[in-house]
């Protein structure tokens, strides 16, 4: 036996490559992303994967996509099954087939539902409060193939999306672990997709505005579904703030739209909550603030620093 391929780029593959590693699982070779550059110099910097292939002494390729060149180095690998998580390209129908059992990969929601980029975060984004992690085989179309295990998870309230990501990745992990050994066998058994497929297409910064004129449940969502990436943001007069994790509040803060406000807590705990008025009458909390060109500081130390009172939001 051969072991496997694994193909996967940033922290989160890297995770589970780690995972398969410490497991002694044979791994024949990875597969990531070239070396991107990274920081305000732009540094040319190997993916989280490269650095931990490199540090296990394990073949690496490095390919933005599987030509036939790539193919053909998968193949000389001799893997008995690919696996995939988060690599960042699709794989065609020549590399589908260089493993003798095919690819699996591990998937942030329950399919055939959010499809692609970035599942958790549309999730997140559309008021879900659970998701899954899923591994399927790996077919032409994306995200389509037959599942081979899912686990539900609950969303916390106040958790980002790259939070999600974490949790999610740390359970689908343990599935892989779970399933590899009928899986370099070949003898699992997956189960086709049921249901109405819809897409998760990657996020934008303009898709990271908050807009607090709308409801407080959705101002909430869309601020914790972008962090980390691409970041939740808005104005505080023409000067761009980015914001950290955020939840409704619960009670009715006054003010409009925008409007910042130290509060009593909605939890009866005797402490204060930094609450942004939203245009439902109801509001967010907010808990941290970071003014541009600075650091990311608690909301109510950012809120005291304020000279006049404070509303955000308005024209980008």
Avoid: C
């Avoid at 497929?197 to 990657?202: E, G, I, R, Y």
């Amino acid at each position: 036996m051969n072991g496997i391929v694994f193909a996967g780029t940033p922290k989160i593959a890297a995770d589970v490559l780690m995972s398969l590693i410490t497991s002694d699982v044979p791994i024949a070779g990875v597969l990531t992303r070239p070396d991107a550059p990274v920081g305000r110099r732009k540094v040319l910097t190997p993916s989280p994967v490269a650095e931990v292939a490199r540090e296990a002494g394990l073949p690496l390729l490095k390919a933005s996509k599987l030509d036939q060149e790539v193919t053909e180095a998968v193949r000389r690998l001799k893997p008995d099954l690919g696996v995939v998580v988060a690599y960042g390209a699709l794989l065609p129908e020549a590399a589908l087939q260089a493993p003798r059992h095919g690819w699996v990969n591990l998937h942030y929601s329950e399919l055939p539902k959010y499809r692609g980029a970035s599942p958790v975060q549309h999730a997140i984004l559309n008021g879900e409060r659970t998701t899954a992690a899923t591994i399927f085989q790996l077919e032409k179309g994306m995200d389509s193939g037959p599942i081979h295990a899912a686990r539900t998870y609950e969303i916390p309230e106040l958790t980002s999306a790259g939070r999600v990501l974490e949790d999610l990745t740390t359970l689908g992990g343990r599935m892989l672990l779970d399933l590899l050994p009928g899986l370099l066998e070949g003898t699992a058994s997956p189960v086709p997709q049921a249901g109405e497929p819809s897409l998760a297409p990657k996020l934008t910064r303009d898709d990271a505005f908050i807009d607090p004129t709308a409801a407080a449940p959705q101002v909430a969502d869309r601020i914790n579904a972008t962090i980390p990436e691409p970041g939740a943001w808005t104005l505080n007069g023409e000067a761009r703030v980015k914001l950290g994790v955020a939840r409704t509040f619960h009670g009715r803060p006054g003010g409009e739209p925008g409007q910042v406000s130290l509060l009593p807590s909605d939890r009866h705990s005797g402490d204060q909550v930094v609450v942004m008025s939203t245009g439902d009458g109801a509001g967010v909390v907010l808990t941290e603030v970071q003014p541009a060109g600075k650091q990311m500081m608690p909301a109510a130390d950012w809120l005291r620093g304020q000279q006049d009172r404070v509303r955000l939001g308005g024209q980008r």
